[in-house]
């Protein structure tokens, strides 16, 4: 293990700086105490999972005191939700490199069925979700969808919420020697811009869900729905996810509801409309796996040109082999011809 960077040598813990205030710095992650002044995130990546189960799948509570699991029956539709991967030995966790804030690319490339590292943090996020509570000492309770909410909140371990995402984390993927610090502060970039995004989600997949045909009669498209505000009983109506407890869900709701909300939404729905272009046009790629996309498209394209100029080569040498031949065999037959001729 790594020393810090304080010089000590035998210490387990990572400490990774974060660029967060000294009004938020007392809400970080530790495994040991509940935070540091100089705003770290201590993060034991060698401790064992003590919440680690052997399916690996995640459990969530209906708010009645029991378990369900991922693997409960349920009506397909679309992709489904997106499991925590089972554990696999170290050895054969892919090996990932941190190449900026929240983008990945596999080492030496992505193995055949390895996830995107930000599709298993949204995963992770959701499996060990706060539920509604604080996002700091003096905060009211709100829906746990801030890193801040990760940082503040520890489980019956007295593990925060953020260490547990994090381990596990380093339970999927191996790192590239000498990059653990940066891909946790990738880990970090991530859920920051994942978490805010949830709730969007939710709840233009809440109106999918209530209303699947919009005012003409025609299939409800996510443009549509992102567009379409639901009464209270509407949304309380709809089938929560595993993860989502109902008092959380109900503080979305009444969010979702509320009048200020609902044009701060119209108002910044006007200014991305506003846009010249679209945001983006690699799709869920980041751009180091669109690079990497591109780079293997272009591999296969020039393979490609190589392997059709290799073809024509060979056509092209038969076909001067034959000519070769047929005039080889011309000339004996006209030898033949005059020495039969002579005799």
């Given at each position: 293990?790594?020393?810090d960077?304080?010089?000590s ?6 400490r ?34 003590p ?9 969530a ?5 029991s ?35 929240g983008?990945w ?20 996020l ?7 509570s ?18 503040h ?8 919420m ?10 999927t993927?191996?790192c ?9 502060k ?11 995004d ?15 045909l ?35 869900w ?15 939404h ?51 040498s ?8 047929n ?10 011809r ?6």
């Amino acid at each position: 293990m790594p020393s810090d960077s304080d010089g000590s040598t035998g210490s387990k813990y990572r400490r990774v700086p974060t660029d967060r205030t000294e009004s938020s710095a007392s809400h970080q992650a530790t495994t040991e105490a509940s935070s540091s002044s100089d705003g770290d995130v201590g993060v034991d990546l060698d401790a064992p999972d003590p919440l680690a189960t052997e399916s690996g799948d995640m459990e969530a509570s209906d708010g009645s005191g029991s378990t369900s699991s991922n693997t409960s029956n349920r009506k397909k539709s679309g992709r489904g939700p997106g499991k925590v991967p089972e554990p696999t030995a170290a050895s054969n966790h892919p090996v990932i490199c941190p190449t900026g804030e929240g983008q990945w690319e596999f080492i030496p490339t992505q193995p055949k069925g390895a996830r995107p590292p930000n599709h298993v943090i949204g995963s992770l996020l959701r499996k060990h979700f706060p539920g509604l509570s604080k996002s700091g000492d003096d905060d009211p309770p709100s829906p746990g969808l801030t890193w801040e909410h990760y940082l503040h909140n520890k489980d019956e371990h007295d593990v925060t919420m953020a260490t547990r995402v994090i381990n596990d984390f380093f339970q999927t993927f191996a790192c590239v020697d000498g990059e653990q610090q940066k891909a946790i502060k990738g880990i970090m970039k991530s859920a920051r811009k994942i978490l805010p995004d949830t709730k969007h989600t939710l709840r233009y997949k809440a109106v999918m869900q209530c209303r699947p045909l919009d005012d003409k009669g025609e299939k409800m498209t996510r443009k549509t729905a992102c567009q379409t505000n639901l009464l209270r009983e509407e949304y309380l109506s709809v089938v929560k996810k595993p993860w989502m407890k109902d008092d959380c869900w109900e503080a979305l709701v009444d969010m979702w509801c509320d009048p200020a909300w609902q044009a701060q939404h119209v108002e910044k729905r006007n200014e991305r409309a506003k846009m010249p272009g679209p945001a983006h046009v690699q799709g869920s790629r980041n751009l180091t796996a669109l690079k990497q996309h591109m780079e293997a498209k272009d591999l296969m394209a020039q393979r490609a040109v190589e392997e059709e100029q290799r073809r024509q080569a060979e056509q092209e040498s038969r076909e001067k082999e034959r000519e070769d031949t047929n005039k080889r065999l011309k000339l004996l037959e006209d030898q033949l011809r005059v020495e039969h001729y002579l005799n």
